[in-house]
């Protein structure tokens, strides 16, 4: 997938070969690239077990990614397209599942959640116990959240991946929580956590479609790079001057006057999951809460 992100290769068929750059935490003044996407995110014995059973198999981790891995490139071509049919979007929901569980953070939060009330430290297979859990809970998290396409409307810059493969949004004014995941490029899946109201069928397909505007996504790219337990961001070999500009700050920033989205005056990046009255109500309740203004928390 982070071949979506950067220059095909004209004589190798495959987004592995396509062309990316790549900025990491450990050295954030100095963007790499162009280089192969195939050179990037390689990295090994995080999925091993060490006494493989029934339940945890020592191929788990790639039963899962074999689920999707193959068909989601052209998936996410497809949702690019607007020619994305059933079949695409549940490619696309299985990456959206996996990515709760395929990042170098995972261990870490992992082993914090075990280690909880006076527990020893978890062993590896342990860890990949808690990875098989998440994953499956991950789908219900899906199975309760509403869905929206997020474009780059035409003078807003690309989408930038991180290593966990999403970031993290939320609404203050409206108690909205929501996590966007890029897919390439011009094309990301935005989910509002928690907002599936009944006769919603996350698998049918996304509920709206948005095209985030300049100042809309550069929130979305500033918050790709300052998400925590992230080591890189990755993109359009084009766009690397303005990666290397990337800076830390404010994790919670005030959304344009306009909106975030391009032909569109909805206040926040999660109004779209809500009704006009509840988006009232919400922020009705906001203000008479003694706060002042809404805020998104990236």
């Given at each position: 997938?982070i071949?979506g992100?950067?220059?095909?290769?004209?004589?190798?068929?495959?987004?592995?070969?396509?062309?990316v750059?790549?900025?990491?935490?450990?050295?954030?003044?100095?963007v790499?690239?162009?280089?192969?996407?195939?050179?990037?995110?390689?990295?090994?014995g995080?999925?091993?077990?060490?006494r493989?059973?029934q339940?945890?198999?020592?191929?788990?981790?790639?039963?899962l990614w074999?689920a999707?891995?193959?068909?989601?490139?052209?998936?996410?071509?497809?949702?690019?397209?607007?020619l994305?049919q059933?079949?695409?979007?549940?490619?696309?929901?299985?990456?959206?599942?996996?990515?709760?569980?395929?990042?170098?953070?995972?261990?870490?939060?992992?082993?914090?959640?075990?280690?909880?009330?006076?527990?020893?430290?978890p062993d590896?297979?342990?860890?990949?116990?808690?990875?098989?859990r998440?994953?499956?809970?991950?789908?219900?998290?899906?199975?309760?959240?509403?869905?929206?396409?997020?474009?780059?409307s035409?003078?807003?810059?690309?989408?930038?991946?991180?290593?966990?493969?999403?970031?993290?949004?939320?609404?203050v004014?409206?108690?909205?929580?929501?996590?966007?995941?890029?897919?390439?490029?011009?094309?990301?899946v935005?989910?509002?956590?928690?907002?599936?109201?009944p006769?919603?069928?996350?698998?049918?397909?996304?509920?709206?479609e948005r095209?985030?505007?300049v100042r809309g996504?550069?929130?979305i790219?500033?918050s790709?790079?300052?998400?925590n337990?992230?080591?890189?961001v990755?993109?359009?070999?084009?766009?690397?001057?303005?990666?290397g500009?990337?800076?830390d700050?404010?994790?919670t920033?005030?959304?344009?006057?306009?909106?975030?989205?391009?032909?569109?005056?909805?206040?926040?990046?999660?109004?779209?999951?809500?009704?006009?009255?509840?988006?009232?109500?919400?922020h009705?309740?906001?203000?008479?809460?003694?706060?002042?203004?809404?805020?998104?928390?990236?």
């Amino acid at each position: 997938m982070i071949g979506g992100f950067g220059i095909p290769n004209p004589r190798r068929k495959g987004a592995r070969y396509a062309s990316v750059c790549m900025r990491r935490r450990a050295t954030p003044d100095v963007v790499v690239g162009p280089l192969p996407a195939e050179r990037i995110g390689a990295e090994y014995g995080v999925y091993d077990v060490d006494r493989p059973d029934q339940d945890l198999p020592g191929d788990f981790a790639e039963i899962l990614w074999q689920a999707y891995e193959s068909d989601l490139p052209s998936a996410a071509a497809a949702l690019e397209s607007g020619l994305c049919q059933r079949d695409d979007w549940l490619t696309i929901l299985l990456h959206i599942q996996a990515q709760s569980i395929r990042h170098p953070d995972f261990a870490r939060v992992a082993t914090e959640h075990l280690t909880g009330a006076g527990r020893d430290a978890p062993d590896r297979d342990e860890v990949q116990r808690q990875r098989q859990r998440t994953h499956l809970e991950s789908r219900a998290l899906l199975s309760q959240a509403r869905f929206a396409v997020i474009r780059r409307s035409k003078n807003a810059r690309r989408f930038l991946l991180n290593d966990k493969g999403y970031v993290s949004v939320g609404d203050v004014a409206l108690g909205t929580r929501g996590v966007l995941f890029p897919l390439t490029g011009n094309v990301a899946v935005l989910m509002a956590v928690s907002e599936a109201v009944p006769g919603d069928d996350f698998e049918a397909g996304p509920l709206a479609e948005r095209a985030l505007n300049v100042r809309g996504m550069d929130i979305i790219n500033g918050s790709t790079w300052e998400l925590n337990g992230i080591t890189c961001v990755i993109g359009h070999p084009d766009d690397a001057p303005w990666i290397g500009e990337l800076e830390d700050g404010d994790r919670t920033v005030k959304m344009p006057p306009l909106g975030p989205y391009a032909g569109s005056r909805e206040g926040g990046m999660l109004d779209w999951a809500l009704t006009p009255d509840q988006v009232r109500q919400r922020h009705r309740k906001y203000v008479l809460g003694g706060s002042v203004s809404p805020f998104a928390t990236m």
